[in-house]
């Protein structure tokens, strides 16, 4: 799924996300690449949507990977 990143802070994210949003997306976690090389990722879970737009919950990372 690709997006615009909203809003961002030390503990989540507003995207607005294009396509279609799935049922996964919905309830497991999953990598937000913050750079579109992806050096700059958050592990992340959805908390919310409306509009197309959702809010992400940043997890406790437990890789050195992360920035």
Not at 33 to 62: C, H, Y
Request: aromatic fraction near 8%; avoid cysteine.
């Amino acid at each position: 799924v690709t997006g615009i990143l909203i809003d961002i802070s030390n503990s989540g994210a507003k995207l607005r996300l294009f396509g279609n949003i799935s049922e996964r997306l919905k309830t497991e976690e999953f990598f937000l690449l913050i750079t579109p090389d992806g050096r700059v990722k958050r592990r992340a879970r959805m908390v919310w949507e409306k509009n197309r737009a959702v809010g992400v919950k940043f997890l406790q990372s437990t890789t050195s990977q992360e920035a």
